[in-house]
């Protein structure tokens, strides 16, 4: 389960449910349904790859079992059949395999590489020298020690991998670490704490992070905090490149975040405030965290979802000033198809009215969605769903394409 733009907290207040608009019609097709092995199976969320071509990674099935990475090539023509195949099936030796269900989105880097993490190592996945060749993973880093696992990747300046980790560190309560490439071809790549959680103040058990300007990294952690209930963080390169990064602590959550999801992540948006989503007592909510401007950062409950016994399933995405996410079922209950939903958070025209949800896809009962959704160069949505109401129950790929004026 994945990484790319939400958190979750328990913040308890009693909070009226603002509008909700209707489902629009949009067209929905599954344009790949995943099988039995060597097929991959349980697909996480999915990255949209230079050559318009779909990339993701299977938490099972591939080869020998243990998940594998897969390309979904689109048609040649309108209405043809998307295309799929197997760039790598984990192994599940050295530390080549998905263990523990802890599956991150796949990231590209400058030289079309592709990026990972599994439960103990970072892998890069190459592309082929010549057309129809073998892709090429390399295990670039594994962690020392059994039981850390990265939840996150994103690719900074210069080819560096940024990630965290929920768990080791120097004092066991997670990292945030970077991992960068070699000085001279073919050399190793190097892994660097960049800050080693204590539990304490400085917040426990880190998620995602996203990128802010200047290289700055936000992010959240489950615990820890002056109320030991998770805090919203800031890490600042240091001046002395090999020494730790200078974390800043921006908010105290002060009822508790309640990480059962791997879509803990937040997104900035472009008036620099970071937005996600909350577990209230009353459901789920849109939050706005708001730098002061000489004070202390400050928290804006937007919108509030109904209760439908739904939970987020994927991080928040932006787009012309919309959040896109979506939510899945929990034991078989939630949205209207009991699968959970596509939906669409709108931003209000005048600040102070209310955001406003649209509902974009229904999905059945069984089909639970999982990971990120993504937008391709025609602002049609992808995803997944890594069970399935059909057989073989591997889960599928989806297309989603939205009214014009989106």
């Known amino acids: 389960m ?47 790859g230079p050559d318009g071509a779909l990339y993701g990674v299977g938490a099972s099935g591939g080869t020998y079992g243990y998940g594998a990475v897969f390309r979904l090539q689109p048609p040649s ?34 030289n079309g590489a592709l990026y990972g993490t599994n439960s103990g190592t970072v892998f890069e996945l ?25 939840r996150s990747m994103l690719v900074g300046s210069g080819g560096t991998l940024y990630g965290t980790a929920f768990s080791g560190g ?67 390169p240091n001046p002395e490149p090999r020494d730790a990064w200078i974390q800043t ?9 309640q990480n059962f999801s791997d879509s803990a992540t937040v997104s900035l948006y472009s008036d620099g405030a970071i937005y996600g989503t909350a577990l209230l007592s009353t459901g789920f909510a849109l939050i706005q965290l708001q730098p002061g401007t000489s004070g202390p950062w400050t928290q804006t409950v937007l919108y509030t979802f109904p209760q439908n016994g739904t939970l987020l399933s994927s991080p928040l995405i932006l787009r012309h000033g919309n959040l896109f996410g979506t939510t899945a079922t ?36 069984l089909d639970s969605p999982h990971g990120n959704v993504v937008f391709d160069t025609n602002g049609v949505i992808y995803g997944t769903t890594n069970t399935s109401n059909a057989a073989p129950h591997g889960g599928y790929a989806y297309q989603l394409i939205l009214p014009a004026a989106n």
């Not at 799929?84 to 599956?103: A, C, K, M, P, R």
């Not at 082929?128 to 059994?146: C, D, H, K, Q």
């Not at 949205?335 to 974009?360: H, T």
């Open 126 to 150: 190459r592309p082929p020298a010549t057309p129809g060749g073998r892709w090429i993973e390399n295990i670039l880093y594994s962690f020392p020690g059994p039981g850390v696992y990265p």
């Open 77 to 110: 023509s309108s209405g043809g059949a998307w295309t799929e195949t197997v760039l790598h099936s984990f192994t599940g030796q050295n530390g080549d395999g998905i263990v523990g269900g802890y599956l991150t989105t796949p990231v590209f880097g400058p």
């Open 330 to 365: 929990i034991i078989g209950f939630g949205g209207q198809g009991r699968g959970g939903d596509v939906f669409e958070l709108q931003k209000p025209a005048a600040s102070g009215d209310p955001w406003n949800e649209v509902i974009l896809h229904h999905f059945q009962k």
């Open 2 to 48: 994945g990484a790319t733009t939400t958190f979750l907290l328990l913040y308890c207040a009693a909070l009226a449910t603002l509008p909700r608009t209707l489902p629009a019609q949009t067209g929905f097709a599954e344009i790949y349904a995943f099988g039995h092995q060597p097929d991959a199976h349980a697909p996480g969320g999915l990255v949209l």
């Open 170 to 236: 120097a004092y066991g309560e997670g990292m945030v670490f970077a991992v960068s490439p070699p000085r001279l071809a073919g050399g190793p790549w190097t892994e660097h704490a960049l800050y080693n959680f204590t539990g304490t103040v400085d917040g426990a058990l880190p998620q995602s992070l996203i990128a802010g300007p200047n290289g700055v990294l936000y992010g959240t952690t489950a615990l820890g905090g002056a109320f030991n209930n998770g805090v919203l963080f800031q890490l600042s």
């Open 249 to 257: 602590v921006l908010f105290n959550f002060s009822i508790g975040i």
